[in-house]
């Protein structure tokens, strides 16, 4: 995961494939409409983005990294990129399971 998340770049290139990877399951699989199958991935995705966010957060320890004003529970090593890879994996997951468990068709 942290090869797909070295920089921007390849991290918005994974996402970007991996969401299109879904989405074009979803309308071909469960008969979805395009926008209805972006619509309800985009809140997956959101949502589940809030839940993995503090997950592996260590706060700063070192006094010298801390700055005047910083949050005492702030991350030391926040991983955004590789959280927004697995935010897009588990989405991905969990958009399938959705559509698989309700029928939707003709969203």
Do not use: C
């Not at 619509?39 to 990294?65: C, G």
């Not at 399938?96 to 029928?103: D, K, N, R, S, V």
Request: cysteine-free; proline content about 7%.
């Amino acid at each position: 995961m942290h090869a797909l998340a070295r920089t921007t770049p390849r991290t918005l290139a994974t996402v970007l494939v991996l969401a299109a990877v879904v989405i074009t399951a979803a309308v071909s699989l469960f008969k979805l409409t395009v926008g209805g199958a972006i619509a309800l991935y985009f809140v997956l995705w959101w949502t589940l983005l809030f839940a993995i966010l503090p997950l592996r957060n260590q706060p700063e320890t070192r006094a010298e990294r801390i700055v005047p004003g910083q949050d005492p529970g702030a991350p030391a090593v926040p991983r955004l990129r590789e959280k927004a890879v697995w935010t897009t994996v588990f989405a991905g997951a969990a958009l399938l399971a959705a559509l698989a468990i309700f029928p939707l068709a003709g969203l």
